[in-house]
């Protein structure tokens, strides 16, 4: 059924750039036309955009009601396993109606923790049932890990001054026996057959060098080339993962990856905060793409990854949530403006123009999910964008100011009235359409709030835990 959306402004994302009063008529999922139209000059006013897109995520609940709050990633991840899915259908749901409702039309589940109460290929299925309600494009991995556990190395000395019932808490959480590299390909294989489809890009996930032998790699990174399979991981996140880095691979990470072919133009890479100038090039010399995810990092106490030499030396750059936005709520606009205004430039160079950073964000974003097209709105190219609240973005109204220049000033996602994918209206006035978030959030409650009460034996362990791990980590891998 033909479709339009009247703008006031709409910013293409090409390099037609910012045109004024227009319609946007779309059918069956595809921009049939952009055209020349009358607008009153009264009345409220409306800026379409092409639809974001969350390019590193997880699809799980916030960490922090589990109480993964201001500690580095080393002892965080293991904190956030209280918030191991209990349903995967709701937690999914969950997490992809809150990127939705932020104006994602795509969105990277990079699937860290699955929940450990069905077959792993169902599990996706359900994932991918949640999607399908809520209306979002995804890209879907399972992140394999078959080393470290605990910590990057023999975690037995971190465990043994546990007493039984504590050391099998940990255990039963966190040391399991690993998959195979061609049982990994043959699950990776088995969920692309049960959910792949044109809203479902299904990838190979690599959890981080770190946790993935050689064989495992290089297992991905042979099916990859041979398949066409885009590959998601994380790379030199945190300066312990340096340090790692630097003492098992002497000859360097980044230069082991693109020797055995994983680094390619299928190949998505999320942090990279502590990659060195000479690796940057060589993921940028591949055509592979990096992630930043800044609150995440802020959050975890990361660091700040070279985002503006990466673009400078042709690294194409996309933005991610990481399930740890800056106020904890999915907020990928205000991501992409944290983004810009750290990297945008010092003084008077500038890196790019906040409409130009939007653009290779969006772009970059949907080769990373595998969304087709590059975003930008123009006939023939896929029905996904946004509505924004023109007037509550310009609430001063006083002079012509560019709507771009404003959104990366002052914009979040409280301004978003509709959300439309492949020309399904899927958030209208703010509210997810497909599923009722606010029922599934309390619903998620009130399950993690008795699953909490099963795990008391982990949180008992927690604190001489976490300064195990602390002891550990500075011991090993000391980088200062």
């Known amino acids: 059924m033909p479709m339009e959306v009247a703008a006031h402004s709409l ?12 319609v946007l008529r779309h059918d069956d999922g595809v921009i049939t036309d952009i055209a020349s139209l009358a607008l009153p000059e009264t009345g409220p006013r ?93 890209a879907f991995a399972i992140a394999v890990r078959d080393r470290n556990p605990v910590v990057y190395g023999d975690e037995e000395p971190v465990l043994a001054g546990f007493a039984g019932d504590d050391r099998k808490a940990i255990e039963a959480l966190f040391v399991r026996a690993p998959m195979s590299p061609k049982a990994y390909i043959d699950l990776t294989e088995a969920i692309a057959a049960a959910i792949a489809g044109p809203m479902v890009d299904v990838q190979l996930g690599p959890a981080g060098v770190q946790w993935c032998s050689k064989p495992l790699l290089e297992a991905v990174a042979e099916n990859s080339a041979q398949t066409g399979r885009r590959v998601h991981m994380h790379l030199l996140e945190t300066i312990y993962q340096r340090a790692w880095a630097d003492q098992n691979f002497p000859g360097g990470v980044v230069r082991y990856l693109r020797d055995i072919g994983l680094l390619s133009e299928r190949l998505t890479l999320a942090h990279c905060i502590h990659a060195r100038p000479d690796e940057i090039e060589m993921i940028a010399a591949s055509g592979a793409r990096i992630v930043t995810n800044f609150s995440s990092n802020l959050h975890l106490r990361s660091g700040l990854a070279p985002i503006a030499a990466a673009h400078r030396c042709g690294c194409a750059i996309a933005v991610g949530v990481d399930g740890l936005a800056l106020d904890e709520d999915d907020d990928i606009l205000r991501e992409m403006r944290l983004v810009q205004m750290m990297h945008g430039g ?49 609430r001063d109204r006083i002079m012509p100011v560019d709507p771009m220049d404003l959104l990366f000033a002052r914009g979040n996602a409280s301004l978003l009235r509709d959300v439309v994918v ?6 209208s006035d703010g509210r997810c359409v497909g599923v009722d978030l606010v029922a599934i959030e309390q619903e998620l409650r009130a399950v993690y709030r008795a699953s909490a009460r099963k795990l008391a034996g982990f949180q008992r362990a927690w604190p001489p835990l976490s300064a195990s791990l602390q002891g550990w980590f500075e011991a090993q891998l000391d980088c200062r």
């Open 346 to 394: 010092l003084g008077f160079e500038r890196t790019w123009t906040p409409a130009q950073f939007f653009g290779l964000a969006v772009a970059n974003g949907r080769k990373a999910t595998g969304a087709p097209g590059s975003g930008a709105l123009a006939s023939g190219a896929p029905a996904d964008f946004v509505t924004i609240d023109l007037d509550r973005l310009d």
């Open 422 to 427: 492949h020309g399904r209206l899927i958030v």
């Open 46 to 138: 409306t800026l379409v955009l092409p639809a974001f897109v969350n390019a590193h995520d997880h699809a799980r609940p916030t960490a922090s009601s589990f109480g993964a709050l201001g500690m580095p990633l080393e002892s965080w991840i293991l904190r956030s396993a209280l918030g191991t899915p209990v349903d995967p259908y709701l937690t999914a749901a969950s997490a992809l109606a809150r990127s939705a409702r932020a104006g994602c039309a795509a969105m990277m589940i990079h699937y860290t923790r699955p929940s450990g109460t069905m077959p792993l290929v169902e599990e996706s299925m359900a994932v991918a049932r949640a999607a399908s309600d809520v209306g979002i494009r995804i």
């Open 11 to 22: 910013f293409s994302g090409s390099e037609r750039g910012l045109v004024e009063n227009v």
